[in-house]
């Protein structure tokens, strides 16, 4: 798993590629609390380049997005792909999540919202 950030438009753009399993989701998971704890609120994730992921992902997904939800933040995802897409679909994620096509997209959702 690879883990970049950069900022956009303002905001903090994260793109996680390679696999989110039980293996590498504490890191990415210590990686996004670590933004927050610096005191990131909006984070836009990039999901471009995520092959698979898997449960443990997803509970990953869901701590950070509760620490941000605490510290008033949002988390919105961005170029879900295959297997990701699906799986953000069975999972019930897509209902709870803002997803958008393009990074863009999601840093001008964001920029609406403030």
């Known amino acids: 798993m690879k883990f970049d950030t950069k900022k956009e438009k303002g905001f903090t753009v994260v ?49 950070t997005a509760k620490r941000l939800k605490a510290e008033r933040g949002d988390i919105v995802f961005a170029n879900l792909q295959g297997h990701v897409t699906e799986v953000f679909k069975i999972s019930g994620f897509h209902s709870l999540f803002k997803i958008f096509d393009s990074v863009d997209a999601a840093v001008n959702e964001l920029r609406r919202t403030e």
């Open 15 to 63: 793109s996680i590629t390679g696999k989110m399993d039980a293996l590498t989701t504490p890191e990415a998971e210590s990686k996004l609390t670590g933004l927050i704890e610096a005191g990131e609120r909006d984070l836009v994730v990039d999901l471009e380049g995520l092959d698979y992921i898997s449960s443990a992902g997803l509970r990953g997904i869901l701590a």
